[in-house]
Nanobody, 119 residues
Framework: QVQLVESGGGSVQAGGSLRLSCAASGGTFSTYGMNWFRQPPGKEREFVAGINGNGAGTSYRDSVKGRFTISRDNAKNTVSLQMNSLKLEDTAVYYC????????????WGQGTQVTVSS
C-alpha cells in the first residue's frame, strides 16, 4: 500500500507562514495525483490544493489562491504546501492525499498534521 506521512504543522500567528511536507512510500510516486485537504474544528473535510503527476497542473480552493502553493519533488517522493499570509480560518488538521490510477482510482490518506493560527 501507499503510505503517506505529513510533517511541518504547528502554531503560527496570523500573517505568518508555514510549510507542510508529505512523504510517500510504496509505489511509483510520479504517477500519483497528490492533494492537500483540511478539516477545521467542527467542520467537514475540504479540498485545499492539488497537483498532477509531473507537477505541471495545480488547483486550489478559492480561499487560498495567492497565499498557498503546492509543489512536488518526484526524486524525493514528497509533496509540499507553502502557506503564506495565514488567517485564523486556516486553522485545521491538514491531510495529505494520493490518487493512484490503475483499472480504478484508489485513494490514500496520511494521518494529518495540526495547523493552528492565532491572532
Amino acid at each position: 500500500q501507499v503510505q503517506l506521512v505529513e510533517s511541518g504543522g504547528g502554531s503560527v500567528q496570523a500573517g505568518g507562514s508555514l510549510r507542510l511536507s508529505c512523504a510517500a512510500s510504496g509505489g511509483t510516486f510520479s504517477t500519483y495525483g497528490m492533494n492537500w485537504f483540511r478539516q477545521p474544528p467542527g467542520k467537514e473535510r475540504e479540498f485545499v490544493a492539488g497537483i498532477n503527476g509531473n507537477g505541471a497542473g495545480t488547483s486550489y480552493r478559492d480561499s487560498v489562491k495567492g497565499r498557498f502553493t503546492i509543489s512536488r519533488d518526484n526524486a524525493k517522493n514528497t509533496v509540499s504546501l507553502q502557506m503564506n499570509s495565514l488567517k485564523l480560518e486556516d486553522t485545521a488538521v491538514y491531510y495529505c492525499n494520493a490518487e493512484v490510477y490503475s483499472s480504478t482510482t484508489r485513494t490514500y490518506w496520511g494521518q494529518g498534521t495540526q495547523v493552528t493560527v492565532s491572532s
